[in-house]
């Protein structure tokens, strides 16, 4: 088991980034494929970015393509989201998970989720 803490969210306005991080407990979390989900008020969780063990090989949901940027350090035990131009349906609670890439991520352990708030 991996213990996951998110952390980075708040409100900002649109145009806006944001730099998410993601901290595993242990350093198990260098064994696992890294995951960011996201779930908007009212919708279910869909997932958002994932990156690879060894952090070279990412992949990205369509709909945030070319202003997320999924990233790792190994050796501090974190996961990082940087979301550029942000936009108000960005809005809603982002997830950290450990797992592996796969149709397009089977979670394992989930965080306990950070909120973001986009204003129009």
């Known amino acids: 088991q991996v213990q996951l803490v998110e952390s980075g969210g708040g409100l900002v306005q649109a145009g806006g980034s944001l730099r998410l991080s993601c901290t595993a407990s242990?350093?198990?979390?260098?064994?696992?494929?890294m995951g960011w989900f996201r779930q908007a008020p009212g919708k279910e969780r869909e997932f958002a970015a994932a990156?690879?063990?060894?952090?070279?090989?990412?992949t990205y949901a369509d709909s945030v393509k070319g202003r997320f940027t999924i990233s790792r350090g190994n050796a501090q035990n974190t996961v990082y989201l940087q979301i550029n131009s942000l936009k108000p349906e960005d809005t809603g609670v982002y997830y950290c998970?450990?797992?592996?890439?796969?149709?397009?991520?089977?979670?394992?352990?989930w965080g306990q989720g950070t909120q973001v708030t986009v204003s129009s």
């Open positions: 998970a450990a797992g592996w890439i796969a149709s397009p991520f089977q979670p394992v352990n």
């Open positions: 242990t350093r198990a979390f260098s064994g696992y494929d």
């Open positions: 990156v690879r063990v060894s952090g070279g090989v990412t």
